[in-house]
C-alpha cells in the first residue's frame, strides 16, 4: 500500500477522523468531486480525492504529488505527497490566504503573528477545538507537525513546479487554469537558455575537439548561438566560426542567420569572403542574408543593422515562440506544451497570424486537441472566403486524425459552402399587369457578378477537399458511424468525378473508402476493432 493509499484508507476507515478533517480543515472526502471534467495538459492520470466546501478539489497525480483546485479556475501543485499536503493543511489552516506570503526566515516572527491571526479566525468562525482536532488528526494518521515556516516553504516550493508537468485543463474547452499564487518565476527563455549557457561556457574553455562535438548537435548548436547571442565577447569568434561551419550543413535555417550576423559583427574581411560565397553558394541563403555588402569594410555595419532589426541582445524582446520551438527541440515537450497553451489562451481578434502559428507548434508537439482549438479560432477569423475555406479544410483534417470523424466531415462541408460562396439569388417572378392595362417589355437582366474569385474545385484545394472527404469516409466506416462514412464518400466520388485530371492517389483513396465501408457492413464486429488512425 502506497503513503497516499494508507491515509487515505485510514480517514476512510476511521469516520471521527474523517469528520474531524472535513469539519475544522476542510479536506472533505465526500466533496470528491470536481465541478467540471479536467485533465493534466500532459494527459497523465489524477485522481479527485477530497473536496472543500468552496467547491475546490484535491487531485493526486500519478506521482502522488498532491495537486488543488479551485472552483473559480485556479489551481497549482502544493505537496509532493498526501502526508505532505496533510500536514500542511492541518499546520496551516486557511492556507489559501499565505500562498503569495513574502518568505523571509529573518522575518519569522511577523509569519508566525500572521498565521495566529489566520488560526484565530477560524477558531472563532468554526472551529473551537481546532487545537484538539490537529492533535487528534496528526496522531491518528502519523504525520508531523512541523513549524509554520517550513510548511509555507514547502508549500510555495511546490506551487513554483506546478508548470509545466502538472498544468490543468478544463477537459471540454482546453484552455488552461490560472495559477492559484502569484509568486515570481524564471522567464520562459531563461530556462531554455540554460543548457546553451553551459554548453557556450565549455566551448569557451574547451579544446578544439570537445567545440566540435557540441557544435556537431543541431539542438545544442541552436541552443549555443542563442546564448552567445545574449552573451558576446570578443573571443568568441573561433568558436563561432565553428558553429556557423557546422550549420551551413543544415542549409538556410534562422540559425545560419544568426550566426552568421554573429561573425559579422567582428567584421573580419576573410569572413566577408566566406559569408559571400556561402550567400552565392545557394539562391535561399543568398535570401536569407539580404543585403550582403560587396565591400569587407561594410561587413560590420550590415551585421550591426540586421542584428537590430532581427536579433538584439535583449532575451525579454524575443518572442516566446523562438523559446516553445527550441524547447521541443531540446525534447522538453511539457515546457513547450505549457507555454504554447498560456500563449494561446491569451490570443485575441489581434492575433491572427499568431494563431497560425500555434497550429503548427502544437502540430509539432503532436498535440492535435490543442491544436484543433487554434485553427477553430483562426478560421473564425478569417474574412476572406478562401482563407476560411483553406482554415476549415485544415481543421477537418486535424478533428479527422484526433478522432473527431463527424465533426471533421462537419468541418469541411462548412469549408465547401464557405468556397463555393452564396447561392445566386433567382430573378424575381414578373407580376402581371391589371386588365386591359398595355404590358410593356420585361427590362433584360443585369448579369451578376460571381461571387467565386477562383474555381477552387479545379485548383489544389479541390484535389486536398477531395481527398479529406475519402480518408473521413475511410476513417468513419471502422467505428460504426455508417451515416458519416456514406455520406462523406458520397461527396468525395462527386468531387473526384468533377476532377478533369484525378490522380491515381485518389482513385486509390476512393477504392480504400469504399473497401472500408464494405468490411464495415459485412463485418461490423470486426470493423469497430479497427482503429481510425490506420487511415490517417
Excluded at 314 to 337: I, K
Amino acid at each position: 500500500m502506497t503513503r497516499p493509499d494508507r491515509v487515505l484508507a485510514v480517514l476512510r476507515r476511521n469516520a471521527d477522523l474523517a469528520r474531524l478533517a472535513a469539519r475544522s480543515f476542510d479536506f472533505d472526502l465526500d466533496r470528491a468531486e470536481h465541478g467540471e471534467e479536467v485533465r493534466l495538459a500532459s494527459g497523465a492520470p489524477l485522481t479527485a480525492v477530497a473536496g472543500d466546501d468552496t467547491g475546490g478539489t484535491y487531485f493526486v497525480c500519478a506521482d502522488g504529488a498532491v495537486l488543488y483546485a479551485s472552483s473559480e479556475g485556479e489551481a497549482g501543485l502544493i505537496a509532493a505527497g498526501l502526508d505532505e499536503a496533510l500536514e500542511i493543511l492541518f499546520g496551516l489552516p486557511g492556507w489559501h490566504d499565505h500562498t503569495d506570503l513574502d518568505f523571509d526566515p529573518a522575518a519569522d516572527d511577523e509569519l508566525e503573528a500572521v498565521f495566529k491571526r489566520t488560526e484565530d479566525e477560524i477558531r472563532d468562525s468554526y472551529a473551537p477545538g481546532l487545537d484538539a482536532d490537529r492533535s487528534t488528526l496528526l496522531s491518528g494518521l502519523g504525520l508531523r507537525r512541523l513549524p509554520g515556516r517550513e510548511l509555507l516553504r514547502r508549500l510555495q516550493e511546490s506551487l513554483v513546479r506546478t508548470e509545466p508537468e502538472f498544468l490543468l485543463l478544463n477537459a471540454d474547452e482546453g484552455c488552461a487554469y490560472e495559477p492559484l499564487d502569484r509568486l515570481p518565476r524564471p522567464p520562459l527563455w531563461q530556462t531554455v537558455l540554460a543548457p546553451g549557457r553551459s554548453d557556450l561556457a565549455r566551448m569557451r574553455a574547451a579544446d578544439h575537439d570537445h567545440r566540435d562535438a557540441i557544435a556537431s548537435d543541431p539542438v545544442r548548436r541552436a541552443t549555443v548561438l542563442r546564448a552567445a547571442q545574449y552573451d558576446r565577447q570578443p573571443g568568441d569568434l573561433p568558436l563561432l566560426r565553428v558553429l556557423l561551419r557546422h550549420e551551413v550543413r543544415r542549409g538556410p535555417t534562422e540559425e545560419l542567420r544568426l550566426a552568421a550576423v554573429l561573425v559579422g559583427l567582428h567584421g573580419r574581411p576573410e569572413d566577408h569572403a566566406w559569408l559571400r560565397s556561402l550567400r552565392e553558394s545557394e539562391p535561399d541563403v543568398r535570401f536569407l542574408l539580404g543585403g550582403f555588402p560587396d565591400s569587407p569594410p561594410d561587413l560590420t555595419q550590415w551585421a550591426a543593422e540586421f542584428d537590430e532589426s532581427n536579433h538584439g541582445q535583449d532575451p525579454d524582446e524575443e518572442h516566446d515562440l523562438t523559446w516553445t520551438g527550441l524547447a521541443r527541440r531540446q525534447g522538453r515537450t511539457e515546457l513547450a506544451r505549457a507555454a504554447l497553451i498560456r500563449i494561446l489562451d491569451d490570443t485575441g481578434p489581434r492575433d491572427e497570424a499568431l494563431l497560425g502559428c500555434l497550429v503548427g507548434e502544437f502540430r509539432a508537439l503532436g498535440d492535435l486537441g490543442q491544436a484543433i482549438r487554434a485553427r477553430r479560432l483562426h478560421a473564425s477569423l478569417q474574412d476572406d472566403a478562401g482563407k476560411r475555406g483553406a482554415a476549415l479544410v485544415d481543421l477537418a483534417s486535424l478533428q479527422r486524425r484526433h478522432g473527431e470523424v463527424e465533426a471533421a466531415r462537419q468541418s469541411l462541408q462548412r469549408a465547401v459552402t464557405v468556397l463555393d460562396g452564396p447561392t445566386p439569388t433567382p430573378p424575381p417572378t414578373p407580376t402581371p399587369p391589371p386588365a386591359g392595362q398595355l404590358e410593356l417589355a420585361p427590362a433584360l437582366p443585369l448579369p451578376e457578378a460571381s461571387c467565386q474569385t477562383f474555381a477552387w474545385r479545379e485548383l489544389g484545394l479541390g484535389v486536398r477537399v477531395t481527398e479529406e472527404y475519402l480518408l473521413i469516409a475511410r476513417a468513419a466506416a471502422p467505428l460504426g458511424l455508417h451515416e458519416t462514412a456514406g455520406a462523406a464518400l458520397r461527396s468525395g466520388r462527386v468531387m473526384l468525378d468533377a476532377l478533369a485530371n484525378p490522380t491515381d492517389s485518389l482513385r486509390r483513396a476512393a477504392e480504400a473508402a469504399e473497401a472500408a465501408q464494405t468490411l464495415a457492413a459485412v463485418n461490423p464486429r470486426r470493423s469497430v476493432s479497427v482503429s481510425a488512425s490506420s487511415t490517417a
